[in-house]
DNA sequence: GGTCAGGGTAGCC
DNA sequence: GGCTACCCTGAC
């Protein structure tokens, strides 16, 4: 059914869940705290529940169990696997990684179950222009806050509301302030302009995964509040560009104490991590911000 | 209650 | 391209 390693799929419908044994690369801490997603949060077991395209979903792993509740296998087929790039060989990837350098080596180590989610573009699109200059238990609180009102009610799940992300229309027809209503601060006119703009010009967001990562970044920046760090970002987690390597405070951090950095510009940074690591250089980075993020590395 | 920094961007040169 | 002004919020 997927490529990545595992020993065997038990589908119990019954009790909505499908548990994996032996899945390889695969830590549900690693995946959702890694930076790249903001609608998951972890529960008092250790579990996580989140919601993405529409559906409400409780991810854990016990030994080598990874379990998922509150789904069928019909949509563990048609989406999780999908959403979790299941078909991906980390371990190749991985492999590639660790032999660059020994910091990288070290990261790959440190976050070895992490997983580039296949988020919704749009979603991706607004959710890194609430990113800017902001910091990640905001933007998960305002995103939280922005379904709730503008988004659709989908399901209770373990006492807990879950509304879908709200679609380009609901942003277009809510005045600025109410939207700075939701703590967006001054990034209000930001989400406003994008979702008209979206709108006006009829544009599937995620046909960009079409296009080349250049065009891709490119058609990005040409949206309000979007430029290159936020560009790399969607790109990366909403458009599969993986080659884009998006250079924020904590990579930053990684060039000037790894690479020898100190004095480049983050353009430059940019470059040098695309050339370093090429085509793998979004995994590189979701490596390497991990790692640095999570042992407050440079602060 | 000031100061600081957070997954930066826009606008100007 | 590089530099600067600016942006809001919560934590200390």
Redesign the pocket.
Known sequence: MFLEEHDEVIIDDENRSITIKGLKNFNPKHIFE???CFRWDPEEDGSYTGIAFGKVLNVSKVDDLVVFKNTNFEDFKNIWVEYFDLNRRYSEIKEMLSKKDKYLNEAVKFGDGIRILKQDGWEMLISFII??????P?IKRVIDTLSKKYGVFVQNYNGKDFYSFPSPIAFAETHMQEI?AC?T??RDK?IKKTSEAVILEDFEVNSLREVSGDECRKKL?SY????????D?IALFGMQKYDSF?V????KRVMQEFYNAQDM?L??MRKFGVELFGKDAGFA?QYL?YYVRENQIG?
Do not use: H, L, T
């Open positions: 890694c930076g790249q990113s800017a200059n902001n910091r990640i905001m700075r703590s601060g001054f930001y920046m309000s509040g979007v430029g290159a760090k936020v560009a970002c998006p924020d405070v904590w990579v510009s353009p430059k980075q911000f602060k």
